[in-house]
């Protein structure tokens, strides 16, 4: 292994070897970030799959599971560039205080089975990771857990009959890892009860007695809930364990059930012995113990009516609310349904909807990062980007999403250096190309660099991942051809034709899965075709006719903006088709009834009908009751340009003779 890797990773040290594998801390020569680099030999044979660990963990995102960031290949090895994980084994704890108290192991308990429901809940394929044990455990310095060995994880298939490789670690894996049957869920259950069996009772499956007791028989100060608990995880046969991590959740969530059972042995016995007293401390300790169970019946329940509400933010919005309603009847004084809520918003597309509920929640109950970064996304998405880039300047330690937007915002507002900045930090934190290209081009569209930006945003668009960013780069690619088709028309854009680039891409935008009802991209698309006519003659006549299509469906998902029926307006009075220019006007009229416009754009029509009649024929007495109309209805903020205008039809009809 060289000094210097790629020209981009300088190897520090080894931090660790075994018979796959060497792992070394490797430093980012231009970020300085630190890195992991595992070194993996080609000449092991067909017995391992040498790339089963980046295959898997470079589409998975959990805070526990380290990212892949970077592999590399040469004639002997694959080098595997992932999160340098600091901290402790957990290994490496108990050979410095032998074991850990329940109430700890407890919470690794609940952590661990958290990242186990995540793999397990991977789709198409559930992702069995087969090898849970204390040295495959890092124990980071803020008391966080974090799996740091993938080497022999696997995804499940339901068709097949076995694994294609029968691997763990003797002790801690199950039966089924070394015979023929299929690992699934309840390896992982088995070998997650034996590496707490040993964090809890600090005996390893390498000592004696060499089998599974009851632990209170090693600790008796340990509970006889989660002595239940371990013995049925560390089962031989499958079919005797949990089958799903939800069932040891459940049990957890529970576990003074199996202690209340004892309490009730223990009180008969004392009965024996002093029948007054017991009575006078059972009905203190009933009190007292129900007290304790309601209490935590009611945390379960509020835990219960959240995780419900969770699973519907974008099917059923309704009911996620009623959910929510319920649990804040359960614990008023909490912000976790109005943080729901206000996240959910966001999701629904109900963006100022969601900053009004978000400040509305910041009022009642104070500052709370997660409401303040879906406001800050919600404002980025309506343009805001000023308050937006304040509230995630305010959101503590963020996202991968929340920096590409944050630093879209910087970009958007001039800031290039600090949106700069923020690119270097999403490359040394690992963010997929996707991301980086796209906040690239954000960066070269602030400087103004079309035809960089262009090609950055195609790039980002072609390699991403997910629906969220592969909307953002048609969203920026089509702001980009809009700001050139107005330098278009000063004959100074870097790129031919923008507008028909755009409705050329945003026409295939809409058809796709998720995009069908994206109000923005409908909106887009139609101003585009509009643009394109009127630049473009080289474009189908039907585009004109294709940008009301599309400004009719912006208006049928629901979005109210004026110049969306102006624009109609002008569509149909441009095609000569009246009726349908008089239809836009009307539902304008009812849309805005406060707004002159209508008026002043009907009056302007009607002159332009009476027009084209034979002289004796005309009467523009209509139009001069719209002009009259229209000024009526004029306030003080109105940009008048268009009463003005038809102002001056009405007077040159005067002078002629015609009023």
Avoid at 576 to 598: H, R, V
Wanted: charged fraction near 25%; glycine fraction near 6%; hydrophobic fraction near 35%.
């Amino acid at each position: 292994m060289l000094a210097t890797f790629n020209d981009t990773y300088e190897i520090k040290s080894i931090i660790g070897k075994g018979g796959m594998s060497t792992v070394y801390l490797a430093e980012h020569k231009r970020l300085h970030t630190r890195w992991a680099m595992k070194e993996v030999r080609k000449q092991q044979g067909t017995r391992f799959d040498f790339l089963a660990e980046s295959n898997i963990l470079k589409r998975l995102q959990h805070p526990m599971l380290p990212r892949i960031v970077d592999i590399f290949e040469d004639r002997d090895c694959i080098y595997i560039v992932e999160d340098f994980v600091e901290g402790i084994t957990l290994d490496g704890l108990l050979k410095q205080q032998k074991k850990v108290d329940e109430p700890q192991g407890l919470q690794w308990l609940r952590d661990l089975c958290g990242v186990l429901t995540y793999l397990h809940g991977q789709r198409p394929h559930p992702i069995i990771y087969r090898d849970m044990k204390p040295s495959n455990i890092m124990l980071q310095p803020d008391g966080s857990l974090k799996l740091i060995d993938f080497g022999i994880a696997r995804e499940y298939k339901q068709e097949s009959n076995a694994d294609t490789t029968y691997i763990g670690t003797k002790g801690y894996a199950a039966p089924e890892q070394f015979g023929k049957a299929q690992t699934d869920a309840r390896t992982d259950i088995y070998s997650l009860g034996v590496t707490m069996y040993h964090l809890l009772t600090g005996k390893s499956p390498y000592e004696p007695p060499y089998q599974f007791v009851p632990v209170r028989q090693l600790v008796p100060e340990l509970s006889h809930g989660i002595e239940y608990i371990l013995n049925k995880c560390v089962q031989s046969e499958p079919a005797d364990r949990y089958q799903t991590v939800d069932e040891l959740v459940d049990d957890l969530d529970h576990i003074y059930r199996f202690d209340r059972a004892w309490q009730k042995y223990q009180n008969a016995k004392r009965i024996r012995v002093a029948v007054v007293a017991v009575m006078l401390a059972a009905s203190v300790g009933l009190m007292v113990g129900g007290q304790v169970v309601m209490g935590q019946e009611k945390e379960a329940a509020y835990s219960s009516l959240l995780a419900q509400a969770s699973e519907l933010y974008t099917t059923d919005y309704d009911g996620m609310v009623a959910l929510l309603d319920e649990a804040r009847t359960l614990y008023p004084e909490r912000m976790d349904a109005d943080r729901q809520q206000t996240y959910a918003l966001y999701l629904n597309g109900k963006w100022q909807d969601c900053i009004d509920f978000g400040s509305d929640a910041l009022q009642n109950y104070g500052e709370d990062i997660q409401i303040r970064l879906s406001m800050a996304s919600a404002q980025f998405e309506l343009g805001e980007y000023e308050d937006a880039a304040e509230g995630f300047a305010q959101g503590g330690e963020l996202s991968v999403d929340n920096l590409r937007d944050y630093a879209v915002c910087l970009g958007r507002l001039g800031e290039i250096d600090q949106a700069e900045q923020i690119l270097d930090e999403l490359i040394g934190q690992g963010a997929h190309p996707d991301v980086t290209q796209y906040v690239q081009g954000e960066v070269y569209f602030a400087q103004e660099d079309y035809l960089d930006a262009e090609t950055a945003f195609l790039d980002a668009l072609d390699q991403s991942e997910t629906s969220a960013l592969t909307r953002r780069c048609y969203v920026s690619l089509g702001d980009l051809y809009r700001d050139c088709a107005a330098l278009m028309r000063v004959n100074a854009s870097p790129i031919e034709y923008p507008a028909t680039k755009s409705a050329e891409l945003l026409s295939s935008a809409v058809v796709q899965e998720g995009l069908r009802y994206d109000s923005v991209l409908w909106e887009m698309l139609a101003l585009a075709y509009f643009e394109a006519y009127h630049t473009d003659a080289s474009v189908p006549q039907n585009y004109l006719t294709k940008a009301a299509e599309c400004f009719n469906r912006v208006i049928e998902l629901g979005v109210t903006k004026e110049y969306l029926y102006s624009n109609l307006y002008t569509i149909y009075y441009e095609l000569k088709d009246y009726a349908k220019a008089e239809q836009a006007l009307t539902a304008y009229e009812e849309m805005f009834p406060e707004d002159y416009m209508p008026h002043a754009l009907r009056g302007m029509m009607l002159i332009t009908i009476e027009n084209a009649k034979p002289q004796s024929s005309r009467n523009y007495r209509p139009a001069l009751a719209e002009y009259e109309t229209a000024g009526s209805m004029i306030r003080s903020s109105d940009e008048t340009t268009y009463y003005q205008q038809l102002g001056s039809l009405i007077e040159n009809l005067r002078r002629n003779g015609w009023l």
